[in-house]
């Protein structure tokens, strides 16, 4: 499976962004796709996982209530929807990927196997 994540940028405090996960390779329905993201000098943090196709979803408490997914089974892709960003989401946002994933480990990097490149998103105040 192979993983490309793109759409990140600039954008101001309180704009929004949609990222695009696309996957090839395996179909996106039969697996959990999760987004992490990173800043320079700091471990990778869990944003929001779209457990095994759309099951459910689960957001870090941090973007709860500003960040949505979606997906788009015709094209093998899933979405993250960023609004009211603010300066704190600024970071390197990475999609994974895993038909393995169980509920318990749904926020673990480790459960995923399948990375894309990451994609960076800055907001400026």
């Known amino acids: 499976v192979q993983l490309q994540a793109f759409g990140g940028g600039l954008v101001q405090s309180g704009g929004s962004l949609r990222l695009s996960c696309a996957a090839s390779?395996?179909?996106?329905?039969?697996?959990?796709t999760a987004w992490f993201r990173q800043v320079p000098g700091k471990e990778r943090e869990f944003v929001a996982v779209?457990?095994?196709?759309?099951?459910?979803?689960y957001f870090a408490d941090s973007v709860k209530g500003r960040f949505t997914l979606s997906r788009d089974n015709a094209k093998n892709t899933v979405y993250l929807q960023m609004n009211s960003l603010k300066p704190e989401d600024t970071a390197v946002y990475y999609c994974a990927a895993s038909e393995r994933v169980i509920h318990s480990t749904r926020f673990r990097e480790s459960s995923y196997e399948n990375w894309g490149r990451g994609t960076l998103v800055t907001v400026s105040s």
């Open positions: 390779g395996r179909s996106s329905r039969t697996m959990t």
């Open positions: 779209d457990f095994r196709s759309g099951s459910s979803t």
